[in-house]
Structures are given as C-alpha cells and as structure tokens.
C-alpha cells in the first residue's frame, strides 16, 4: 500500500512538473487566445464642417476613399469600411459613435447629415457586426423645435432658405423624423457611457433604453419641456463637465454607478486646447475639440479599443482596453497587425510622447 501510495504520489509531482515546465516553455501569446476586438470610435461636435468630419473619418480609417470631399457627398456618400477578421479565428468589430451636434454654425449641414445617415444605413443593412450609433444633441433638438439661432445664414447649412430647413428639419420633415426614429440620447457600450452634454443624478434616470425611450416619445409628441430635454438634461447640462474639470467628481461617480457605467464619454463642452480632455481619472473624457471650421478647426477622435482574451490552460477570460486620441499624424488601430503580430497592435503614431498625450493602457 505505501508502494502503491508513493507510486501516486510520484506520477502526480511528475504531472505538476510537467504542467509548471509547460507554463515556462510557453510564450506569452499561447497563453491566451485573443478571441475578439472591438474598436469604437466616438467623434465630437461636428457644427455643419462635412470636408472635416470626411477627414476625421479616413484619420480613424472609417471610410473608403472614393469621396474627395464635401461637394459630392449628397449623391456620392462615403462608403463604409468593414472591419475585416484575420484568419486567426479573432472577431473584430467596429463602432462609431458620434455624440450630436452635427448641425450648426457651418454651411455644411446637409452634407454632413447625408454622411453620418448614409453610414448608419450602410452598416444596419450590412448584415455585419459593425454599427454607426448617432446621438442627439441640443443642436438637432433645437431645430426640430424651430430654433435656428446658431444657423449659419450664408445658406442655412445647405438648405438654402429658412423655410426649405424648417420643412426638412421639424418633426415629421425628412431629417427631423429620421433623428427621431434613430437618434439616441445615450449609448451604452463595453460599460463606457455616451451622452451629448452629460448626466445629472437628479434626473434619476433608470437606464439608457428607458432614457432613449423617454426621450424619443417627448420629442414624437411634442413635449418640449420635458425633464430630460431640459438644462439639467443629457443634452444640455454642463455641471457634470464643470465638476470633473475642477477635480469634483463625486457627483461624476454616482451619476456613473446609476447607469452602471465604469466612465463617460461626452461632447457638448469644447475644449480650447484642441485636444481631448481626460478627467476624474480618466472617467470623463471630452471629445467636443472645436472640429469645425466655424469653431476651433481642429480635428480629432476617440478611439477605444477593446481586446477580450480566453485563456488557454483555464479556459477563463479576460479584457483589456487601450484608449487614445486620434488625429493627423496618429495612426489608428491596425486590423491586419491582428493576423501578423498575434495580438493587439498598441503602436503609438506620431513622433514624440507630446503627440500621444492620450495614451492608456486603462
């Protein structure tokens, strides 16, 4: 019996040796298999600049090439760039969110409604795993309630004449109904929220669908003085901006653990650096950089990008992400690199650290 005893004992030290050998010889890459990647691109207030909002597109490798500019996007849109998985059996899918105001201040409004709804259908009708998610923001809110005081009166934003806006642009017009049908006022994605302006804990908001849902049927019906329409809602309110850019983010933390959502991502606010501002820790982050020519003209993207790993031996998973300003200059994600360097391509653009001021493996 203590043969047989020690005989066990032996067999299983030597499977344990084996095991820890095993783990040793392995490179890092076999220990998990990178099973998904999901980019998300989320792009700022776009203020009726279609040749900029084109450019940020390519910048963030989007759209195919076949558009020289904003002149020939109504009967030419952009056509939508598909992710392509590598043969290593990763799924890769893209998603861009643009968080409102694409309209106003520039003469480029209709171009630039025909590009974001021309790439919202491209990809519903696709069949594919990639999505455009287009938000509201007090700006689109504004005109379908009439209001064009930010209208740029050289040609009313491509429609010519107040009466031709007002006509495509109110409710039941052929770009104010598709808002409202499509738009949403939040997304909620990989636990990282998307609002225009951003979230009050006083509007004691249950969920994103209960608040797009909401939101949808106020501006269906015409209640124009709902809650969530108002100062203190996602499209409007600064105070969560305000606080987290002073250090406050208290408030910041509790809005974000209502909607179970670990940071925000919002537009709204511009920021006179031009670049992307990262806040409370890097749960807030301000996308609104003054794209448009009729504001700062400085162009620039989020992108995010998630990387979801099995692991090999255990069979359990795991994620990462990797956050970083996109613009001139800045490469974005690589979905070749996939296939060629066996995982994620964390490459950074540019020439110096200053250029790549965000950058983080978060």
């Known amino acids: 019996m203590k043969v047989c005893a020690l005989r066990i004992g032996c067999w299983y030290g030597g499977l344990l040796l084996s095991f820890y050998l095993l783990l040793l010889s392995c490179p890092a890459h076999c220990e998990r298999k990178l099973v ?115 209208v740029n009166k050289n040609n009313y934003g491509g429609f010519l004449s107040k009466a031709l806006r007002a006509e495509g642009m109110r409710a039941t017009g ?15 994605d990989e636990g990282v929220l998307f609002v225009h302006a951003g979230i009050e804990t006083s509007m004691k908001i249950k969920d994103v669908e209960a608040l797009n849902t909401d939101v949808r049927e106020a501006l269906r019906q015409g209640i124009f003085r709902h809650s969530l329409l108002g100062s203190s809602g996602p499209l409007w309110t600064r105070k969560m901006i305000i606080e987290s850019m002073s250090g406050e983010c208290s408030d910041v933390r509790a809005a974000l653990k209502q909607l179970n959502a670990t940071r925000v991502v919002v537009g709204h606010t511009a920021q006179e650096s031009g670049h992307i501002g990262q806040h409370c820790d890097g749960q807030v982050l301000a996308i609104d950089v003054g794209m448009s020519r009729w504001m700062y003209d400085k162009v620039a993207a989020l992108e995010l990008v998630f990387s979801k790993y099995t692991d090999n031996i255990t069979g359990t998973g795991s994620a990462s992400f990797v956050v970083r300003e996109l613009r001139e200059g800045v490469s974005g994600f690589c979905h070749t690199c996939l296939e060629e360097r066996g995982g994620l391509d964390t490459t950074r653009g540019g020439d110096s650290d200053e250029e790549n001021d965000i950058f983080d493996d978060l």
């Open 36 to 150: 998904e990647v999901h980019r998300i691109i989320a792009v700022g207030d776009v203020h009726g600049d279609a040749d900029n909002f084109l450019r940020i597109l390519r910048i963030a490798n989007l759209i195919e090439d076949s558009v020289t500019g904003a002149s020939g996007v109504l009967d030419n849109p952009p056509r939508w760039k598909y992710s392509m998985s590598p043969t290593n059996g990763t799924a890769v899918r893209t998603t861009l969110v643009q968080v409102g105001d694409l309209i106003d201040r520039g003469e480029q409004d209709l171009q630039v409604l025909n590009i974001a709804i021309s790439l919202q259908e491209q990809t519903a009708q696709s069949g594919s795993q990639d999505e455009v998610v287009l938000l509201i923001g007090n700006h689109e809110l504004l005109n379908i309630q009439g209001h064009y005081h930010y």
């Open 174 to 188: 052929a770009f104010g109904q598709y808002i409202v049908d499509n738009f949403k006022a939040g997304h909620l």
